[in-house]
């Protein structure tokens, strides 16, 4: 091939041509001749080759279910393809069938909890998530998403309980400073808010959603300039 995207795109239209004959997609032999994609840059190339992965992985992952319906392995980890592919009601059977089998998995319950809060319905997560708390009462990840569900529930005191808990065992973690100052805003407590928000953005200088907050906090303190450079920035 003249270039390296040329072969790189080249191998993309491969993948996803063996991988729709797999899937038996009775219009693949029409499209041999078509011509591959064309990705200009490397980011969207990256994007729809790792989507290309996820769809090989999910299909292998299928054949290993007929192979052995029992096997919860088999179910979470297609459950976690399909969620990478954001294939949310289909991950979400998955993880529901891999509990089933594995009622003792926490990682199971946590990603079927985060599967039901991306599929709004924060009260299932919640269910979920405890039960993965119940198995593994110091796992992270569970305590700051059983908090993301009292927040979505808008059961906003228990929310900011949460996510002092999380703080007090781990203050490097931006996600639980930004979640608490969204619960204050939400409470018009804007000046706590604000030290919420400088926390996230001092541990995370990248994280646009808190500089944006940061922002609209100084707005609602009447700090109209420092709110103006915060939302250009």
Sequence with gaps: FPSL???????????????????????????Y?????????????????????RRLLAFCLDEAIVADPTESDAWYNKGNALA???????????YERAVELAP???????????????L????????????ALQIDPAKKN????RAHCLSAMERTDEAIHAYDEILAQDRTWAEAWFGKGAMLG?????????RCFEEAIRLDP?????????????????RWAEAARCFDA
């Design 120 to 131: 709004e319905d924060p009260a299932g997560a919640l269910t979920a998530l405890q039960r």
């Design 33 to 53: 001749v078509d011509p591959p994609p064309d990705f200009a840059d490397a980011a969207s190339l990256h994007d729809a080759q790792i989507a290309s992965d």
């Design 186 to 194: 939400g409470l018009e407590r804007h000046a706590e808010a604000l």
């Design 5 to 31: 995207r040329a072969t790189l795109n080249h191998i993309l239209w491969v993948d996803i041509y063996y991988i729709d004959a797999l899937e038996r997609d009775p219009t693949v032999l029409k499209r």
């Design 84 to 94: 990478r592919l954001e294939r949310f009601p289909e991950a979400r059977s998955c």
């Design 206 to 222: 990248e994280d646009a959603a808190a500089r944006y907050s940061k922002g609209a906090s100084l707005y609602e303190l009447e």
């Design 142 to 145: 569970s305590r700051l998403a």
């Design 104 to 118: 003792g998995d926490a990682d199971a319950w946590h990603n079927l909890g985060q599967c039901r809060l991306d």
